[in-house]
C-alpha cells in the first residue's frame, strides 16, 4: 500500500514564526501536492511538484513556499505564519506513469497560528 | 479549466435510506472524475473513479456513480445508509496526463440517522 506520511498531526505556532510541515511517501511517486481543507471552502491547491526540484503554484500559493530536494519528500514552508493560515493541511501523491489521477494522501496537519 | 460543484455541503440520510451526493463537473477536455471519502481525523481515500471506460462505476462500501455527459453530472449513491457512511465525502475532477493538477469541491457532509 502506498504510505503518505505528515511528519505532524497537530502543531501550534504563534504569529511570525517560521512553519515547516514535511510529507513523505514511500512509493517512487512522481507528482506531490499541497492543500488546505477550510470548511465551506473544500480543499484548494497550494502548490504541486511533478519531479525533484520543480514546483508549480496552484490555486492558492501566497504566504507559502515549497521545497523538493528529493523525490519521496514535499515540504509546505510558512515564511512567517498568519492566522489566516489556520487549516487542516492535506499532503498527496500520484504516480505520474498511471493516466489514472488518483491521489493517495496522508492523514494531514493541523496547524494553528496564534 | 476545469471545476467540480457539489449541491448541498450538508445532507442528512435515515439508516436504510438512499444517499444521493450530487457533483456537476465543468472541464474543456475529457474528463476524470472521482469521489474521495474523509473520516474524521483522517485523510482522504479514494471511494471510486471514472476514467472514460464504463459510464457506471463501482466503489468500495456499496457506493456507485455514474458519468452523464449530456448533464456534465457524476452523482454518488448508495441504496442503503448504514451508520458507517457517515463522513464527508469530495467529487474532484481532472484530466488525462501524468502532471495534471486534481480540482476539488467543497464537499458534502453525510449524515446518518439511526
Known amino acids: 500500500d502506498v504510505k503518505v506520511t505528515q511528519s505532524s498531526r497537530y502543531l501550534v505556532k504563534r504569529t511570525g514564526e517560521k512553519v515547516f510541515l514535511e510529507c513523505v511517501q514511500d512509493?517512487?511517486?512522481?507528482?506531490m501536492f499541497w492543500y488546505r481543507q477550510d470548511p465551506g471552502l473544500g480543499l484548494r491547491l497550494i502548490y504541486f511538484?511533478?519531479?525533484?526540484?520543480?514546483?508549480e503554484k496552484g490555486d492558492i500559493p501566497e504566504g507559502y513556499s515549497v521545497s523538493r530536494e528529493k523525490k519521496e519528500r514535499f515540504s509546505l514552508i510558512l515564511e512567517s505564519a498568519s492566522t489566516n493560515q489556520t487549516s487542516m493541511y492535506l499532503c498527496?501523491?500520484?504516480?505520474?506513469?498511471?493516466?489514472?489521477?488518483?491521489?493517495?494522501f496522508g492523514e494531514g496537519s493541523r496547524l494553528t497560528v496564534l | 479549466a476545469q471545476s467540480v460543484t457539489q449541491l448541498g455541503s450538508h445532507v442528512s440520510v435515515s439508516e436504510g435510506a438512499l444517499v444521493l451526493l450530487r457533483c456537476n463537473y465543468s472541464?474543456?477536455?475529457?474528463?476524470?472524475l472521482f469521489w474521495y471519502v474523509q473520516y474524521p481525523n483522517q485523510g482522504l481515500q479514494l471511494l471510486l473513479k471514472?476514467?472514460?471506460?464504463?459510464?457506471l462505476v463501482k466503489g468500495i462500501n456499496g457506493f456507485e456513480a455514474e458519468f452523464k455527459k449530456s448533464e456534465t453530472s457524476f452523482h454518488l449513491t448508495k441504496p442503503s445508509a448504514h451508520m458507517s457512511d457517515a463522513a464527508e465525502y469530495f467529487c474532484?475532477?481532472?484530466?488525462?496526463?501524468?502532471?495534471?493538477?486534481?480540482?476539488f469541491g467543497i464537499g458534502t457532509k453525510l449524515q446518518v440517522i439511526p
Open positions: 498527496a501523491s500520484k504516480d505520474a506513469g498511471r493516466d489514472t489521477g488518483e491521489l493517495f
Open positions: 512509493m517512487d511517486h512522481e507528482n
Open positions: 511538484s511533478y519531479d525533484v526540484k520543480m514546483k
Open positions: 472541464s474543456s477536455v475529457p474528463p476524470y
Open positions: 471514472y476514467t472514460s471506460a464504463a459510464t
Open positions: 474532484a475532477v481532472t484530466h488525462s496526463g501524468g502532471y495534471q493538477k486534481v480540482t
